[in-house]
């Protein structure tokens, strides 16, 4: 939990709002190798503002080799 700042510029002019906002994210290492782990993630990010809200979903794959 904390505090969100949404900001937008356009041709047409810019604007921004403040208010709450959180995180919550998953993330596991899968073993595909000796040496190489995949990792695939999903994360939420979420703001409340005077306006409105809004909500950003992520979603991304990541590869160590150690």
Aim: net charge negative; no cysteine; glycine share 18%.
């Amino acid at each position: 939990m904390g505090y969100a700042v949404l900001s937008a510029d356009t041709f047409y002019g810019s604007g921004s709002s403040n208010g709450w906002g959180a995180i919550a994210g998953l993330g596991y290492d899968l073993r595909v190798g000796s040496n190489t782990s995949i990792t695939p993630t999903a994360n939420w990010f979420r703001g409340d503002f005077d306006n409105g809200s809004t909500d950003v979903f992520q979603f991304g794959l990541g590869l160590t080799l150690h």
